[in-house]
């Protein structure tokens, strides 16, 4: 059994990250919002995922940075309580 390289685990990582994504578009819910932090933190501990081929390693893992920032708030909004009218109301 041969298992992949560690470019080619980042790649699937990113792989499995878009199709989320993808999912999340026409499907958001808590579930999928949890999966996309999971692998955006797989893909950020990844050993290759500041060093990649070419010099846009470094800014590539800034975007990562932002999109868990972003997924963070998006999963903890799935986390609160809805409000109802009569509570914004107040």
């Not at 992949?4 to 990582?13: E, M, V």
């Not at 989320?20 to 996309?36: D, E």
């Not at 999971?38 to 940075?65: M, P, R, T, V």
């Not at 998006?74 to 009569?86: A, C, Y």
Request: hydrophobic residues 30%.
């Amino acid at each position: 059994m041969t298992y992949p390289t560690s470019d080619k685990q980042l790649f699937i990582l990113e792989h499995w990250l878009q199709v989320l994504l993808v999912s999340y578009q026409t499907n958001p819910n808590r579930q999928l919002a949890q999966g996309i932090n999971d692998y955006l933190n797989q893909i950020l501990s990844h050993e290759d995922s500041h060093y990649s081929s070419n010099d846009n390693g470094q800014a590539k893992a800034c975007q990562y940075h932002a999109m868990q920032r972003y997924w963070r708030w998006q999963l903890s909004r799935w986390e609160q309580p809805p409000t109802t009218i009569n509570q914004a109301a107040a």
